[in-house]
């Protein structure tokens, strides 16, 4: 999607390509800084928020009360696929060069589900309610792309 | 104390284009011009100027300084910029001529959508640490939302179909659209999906648009209109941005804000929704209680046309026109912002 910058000349206006990017830096706060260095050492934490139900990833702040949330739960590398979408012709930065599935996937143990990538291979082979199980990046920097994405657990 | 009346008084549209080779102050200018000659009006006569459109679809921070040419600041004018819709722009007005500062106040937005790849710049919008860094895009989004909505049984493909078939018919006599493909609702269901599952009909087309409104007060309005579109409720309500904690099948931000600007309390005849994706619109309808006998999108919507950052204001534009030519008298407006219906708008506006 990224290559349609070129030049070109239309209705006598020319057409320059230009390319905007942000390349920041800056920190994530307290809360986050734990969950992101857990991921880089494959560990899954979690927050717990005040009805009870445990956000992966973790809330900084209720999304019901707007309370700052501070009780981790760790939880296992396994998960269930809540919905799904299938993406046939993977674009720049996405997590995986052929095509796969995004879906929401509750991990066990928490109640709220994460978007992520599942190496299905072919979209019949994924459905709501398909186990999955982390893949862990071979580098990891400290960021959500630590998990390279999720694999059928069983090989489906 | 209570509110002021204030009412939509003039409307004006840019036909929807590809590829616009315009500038922004281009594509504004004429507009401008256009809404003020229709209501009769010279540019010192109004007293607040409000724009909306977002920079990182220009590719330019600050884009929109530049944009005051469009409108010209000398003498000196009052005016803001939100990096929203430009609905956003008109619920700023409003408030803005509720404080009893100005009488009159003008909106304008802009959306060049199909110079840069608008479903990666969306993806922007999205959280930063846990979501932007997969790049999965609106579609995407939609998809897991549509997903989860015809497993739930809230909505099938054949009414997402439907919607589409609809609006792109509607969209055929509306002159600021593109006219889409005149596809049967079998047809429709049998093409391929894009992102499934959806399909290329489920998913509003991007274009290059701009368009201008006009709000007035109290007797400042009743002057400048014949049948003015007298705002009596609008809202706007926000739902988490954390994708995974709301509810897919549902919108209760669009629930909350459609009771508080008023929508129950009488018939809605049209309804002019901005859904950028078939199931929304059914999820819009559903969430806001709106009744079979309500015309949704005559001007065939969002769907046939989405100059984003101007799509929401269309649907003022439309809503108000159908007031002031008399088809209507009870009519909605509402603009959505975020991914999957993660804000939402809502404005009654009636005539007299």
Same mark, same amino acid.
């Given at each position: 999607m990224s290559g349609t910058s070129s030049h070109s000349l239309k209705n006598g206006v020319f057409v320059a390509p230009l390319e905007v990017a942000f390349p920041y830096k800056r920190t994530v706060g307290t809360l986050l800084s734990r969950f992101f260095t857990s991921l880089q050492q494959c560990r899954l934490e979690g927050t717990r928020g005040s009805d009870g139900r445990v956000y992966f990833p973790p809330a900084e702040f209720d999304p019901l009360t707007g309370a700052q949330l501070d009780e981790w739960v760790t939880l296992p590398d396994t998960g269930t696929v809540t919905t799904w979408a299938w993406q046939a012709i993977p674009e720049d930065?996405?997590?995986?060069?052929h095509p796969f599935a995004w879906a929401l996937i509750t991990l066990d143990g928490a109640d709220v589900p994460i978007l992520h990538a599942v190496d299905a291979l072919r979209s019949d082979r994924i459905a709501t309610g398909t186990r999955v199980k982390v893949r862990w990046a071979q580098e990891r920097i400290g960021g959500i792309t630590d998990i390279a994405c999720f694999d059928l657990l069983g090989g489906a | 104390m209570g509110l002021r009346d204030i009412a939509i008084v003039g409307t004006a549209q840019r036909p929807s284009e590809i590829n616009s080779t315009f500038t922004s102050v281009e594509l504004l200018l004429p507009i401008i011009q256009e809404v003020l000659t229709k209501v009769g009006i010279e540019r010192q006569d109004i007293g607040f100027w409000c724009h909306g459109s977002c920079d990182y679809m220009s590719g330019q921070p600050f884009s929109f300084v530049a944009a005051v040419d469009a409108i010209g600041a000398w003498p000196p004018i009052i005016e803001s910029h939100v990096e929203a819709d430009g609905a956003f722009a008109l619920y700023e007005a409003w408030v803005k001529l509720q404080t009893g500062e100005v009488d009159v106040a003008l909106v304008f937005s802009n959306g060049k959508t199909t110079s840069g790849p608008i479903n990666r710049i969306l993806n922007l919008q999205t959280d930063p640490y846990m979501v932007a860094p997969l790049w999965p895009g609106f579609d995407v989004l939609s998809a897991l939302q549509a997903r989860a909505c015809l497993e739930a049984g809230v909505v099938t493909q054949r009414q997402m179909a439907e919607v589409a078939w609809r609006s792109q018919r509607d969209g055929k006599n509306n002159p600021f659209t593109l006219s889409g493909t005149e596809m049967s609702v079998d047809e429709l269901l049998s093409q391929p999906f894009t992102v499934d599952p959806l399909r290329a009909h489920d998913c509003a087309i991007p274009v290059d648009g701009a368009n201008a409104i006009i709000l007035a007060a109290g007797d400042a309005a009743r002057r400048l209109a014949k049948r003015p579109a007298w705002i009596r409720g609008i809202d706007h309500r926000i739902d988490t941005? *954390?994708?995974?904690? *709301?509810?897919?099948?549902?919108s209760s931000s669009a629930t909350i804000a459609a009771q508080k600007a008023g929508v129950g309390k009488d018939r809605i005849d049209v309804a002019e929704l901005h859904a950028p994706y078939t199931h929304q619109e059914l999820l819009l309808r559903q969430a806001m209680g709106l009744s079979e006998s309500t015309h949704i999108n005559p001007s065939g919507g969002a769907l046939v046309a989405n100059p984003a950052m101007a799509a929401g204001l269309a649907r003022f534009a439309e809503a108000a026109e159908s007031v002031f030519s008399g088809s209507a008298d009870r009519v909605l407006a509402h603009c959505t912002s975020g991914p999957l219906l993660q804000q939402n708008l809502v404005c009654v506006m009636e005539g007299e």
């Open positions: 930065g996405q997590p995986l060069a | 941005q *954390r994708l995974g904690a *709301r509810s897919m099948i549902e």
